[in-house]
Structure formats: structure tokens, C-alpha cells
């Protein structure tokens, strides 16, 4: 029983730490987005050009990239079920975005694992939780660069 209270409270633990690093991660690119936003406003204003509005938001120029890990070695190497892209500004050089494509779930996974061996009772949903599964796990990791950007 301890064992099952002490893995319950890793979860909570979990759950609370990711969206506390999350937050934590997205303060520093709003602030890169701002300064992009600004450079590309005084870059345009000192040769003249026009800055492109939509909907009130100054257009910007961005490059990403994607990375999915392999793991494994030896013989067979796999593909990672997530992958990170990174947004950069073209004229600041610095982060203005990212994403995380997840295709797992650990608390999902335990509940699909225990239902297929019977160890649920009828009816018995998943328990409430902050689900970081974004991407289909029917697609394959390869396709994250298209879909995250």
C-alpha cells in the first residue's frame, strides 16, 4: 500500500511541476516575441518598408525546427513518442515559440493497461488528470515537424 500512495503522490507531484514549468517556460518567449515584434517594427521603419498587420498583431519572420529523439541501440534504433519545435526569430535570435508533441500518456497508459487486464471495474473512468498527449499515437513521430509548426 505504501508503495501505491507514494507512486499517487509522484503523479500529483508531477502533474502540479508541469504546469509550474510550463508557465515558467512561456514568460521568457513572450518576452522574446515582444522584442521580435519591436525589432521588426524599427527594422521596417529605418528602410521604410511596410510592416504587415493582422488582427492588430505586427507579422514576423520565423524559422523552426523540429526534434523527435531515437533511443535504442545495437541493431534496431526507435523513434521517440515526442518531439520539441522551436520557433526563432529571424532578427532577434531568440525563442519566440515552442511545442511539445506527446504521444504518451503515463497515467493514461496505466489506465488503458490496467482496463485490458481486468483489473478496473465496469464503467471505471480514468482518474482527472492534466493529459500532455497532443499527438495521435495512430501517426507516425516523423509527422510532428508538419503538425507542430
Known sequence: MAGASAIHVSSIVEEKLGAVLGQVAFKPQQKA?????????????????????????????????????????????????????????????MIVGSHVCLQDCRVCSNYEKRRKDGKLKPGEPVRSHRCPRNFPKTKSPKTMETAST
Open 33 to 93: 516575441l515582444e522584442v521580435e515584434r519591436d525589432t521588426t517594427k524599427h527594422t521596417a521603419n529605418k528602410y521604410g518598408t511596410d510592416v504587415r498587420v493582422l488582427d492588430g498583431k505586427v507579422g514576423i519572420c520565423v524559422a523552426s525546427d523540429t526534434h523527435w529523439p531515437r533511443r535504442g541501440g545495437g541493431g534496431k534504433k526507435y523513434v521517440s513518442p515526442s518531439g520539441l519545435t522551436y520557433m526563432v526569430g529571424s532578427l532577434s535570435g
